[in-house]
């Protein structure tokens, strides 16, 4: 690859064929363009935040594409795009895809999509290593753009109005899984960084989801994966406010049948996960549980993924 001005060149060319009428053509064009931006020579895009902002654009328009081959190559090129991205750029991207994953017009499945590759791409901090300057970085774009949109609602930047969280019920498609899978990325990537107040929030915003009857069983389960994930990064003061606010639940004189179940759920997944944090509450939380499969909750029960238990002959 030449130099700088020669790379230009060839990003504005390849920008240009995106708007072209044969769909063949756009995806060789993102296809090419992957190349350019895992070449070396394409860094200097770090540091030229106009050129930037035009790749960005350009490939939002391409995930909004109504082929689904240039849709998918215009996610594989998000990944070694956002390493070049300037912290202004990054931020844009985050708040534009976070926007449109509450499309009511545009399979929302797309920008969450598009959301897991950049965080799964972004420099992220190392196991018992001080993080670099470069995940720092990264993190500060997750935690100022794309964490506030996962919880909501917030005060948007436009005429004052009330942003809705991707993680709240949508009272036409419901809760989205899709969101929650952003949620768990995040914790995975970056949720050694992330401060008490962000994980307490991400934690409340899940378990509402986990809380409410209506969320279907696809739902709830990612929602158990997701408090998963968070949890390991719970100090043990914060998890043992999370124990007590689930004793809270499980003595509501409104809980209700499907709601145990859930949070039985919960707390096996506590056990699974961080069974050294649980330990200590397990004196708390077990009689809930134990109660939860008395003899009177024995009776065979009917689900979609189980079938019913026969009793003994």
Excluded: W
Aim: net charge negative; aromatic share 4%.
């Amino acid at each position: 690859m030449g130099d700088r001005h020669t790379v230009q060149q060839t990003l504005n060319g390849l920008l240009a064929k995106l708007d072209d009428a044969d769909p063949d053509m756009r995806y060789m064009s993102l296809n090419d363009l992957y190349g350019v931006l895992n070449n070396p020579n394409s860094s200097y895009l770090a540091h030229d935040q106009a050129s930037a902002t035009r790749l960005a654009e350009g490939l939002l328009k391409a995930l909004d594409d109504q082929h689904g081959d240039v849709q998918n190559q215009a996610l594989k090129c998000l990944g070694p795009l956002v390493v070049r991205l300037p912290l202004e750029g990054l931020r844009m991207l985050l708040e534009r895809l976070s926007t449109l994953t509450t499309s009511q017009t545009i399979d929302t499945s797309v920008p969450n999509t598009a959301l897991r590759v950049i965080v799964t791409a972004l420099p992220r901090p190392q196991l018992n290593q001080q993080p670099t300057s470069d995940a720092t970085t990264a993190y500060s774009a997750v935690s100022e753009v794309l964490i506030p949109r996962l919880i909501g609602p917030g005060p948007s930047r436009r005429r004052g109005s009330i942003t809705k969280g991707m993680l709240e019920k949508d009272p036409a498609k419901g809760f989205s899984s899709d969101a929650i899978d952003v949620v768990i990325q995040v914790a995975s990537c970056f949720g050694t960084l992330l401060k008490e107040r962000e994980l307490t929030a991400l934690e409340k915003a899940v378990m509402s989801i986990i809380d409410n009857d209506t969320a279907g069983t696809v739902v709830t389960k990612r929602a158990l994966a997701a408090i998963s994930a968070l949890v390991v990064h719970f100090s043990d003061d914060q998890f043992g406010i999370f124990v007590s606010e689930l004793v809270e639940r499980f003595n509501s004189p409104q809980l209700s049948t499907v709601h145990r179940r859930h949070l039985v759920a919960a707390v096996g997944s506590l056990a699974r996960t961080v069974p050294a944090k649980l330990g200590p509450h397990l004196p708390t939380l077990a009689p809930f549980i134990f109660s939860a499969v008395g003899e009177d909750n024995l009776e065979p029960k009917h689900d979609d993924n189980l079938r019913p238990i026969p009793t003994a002959a």
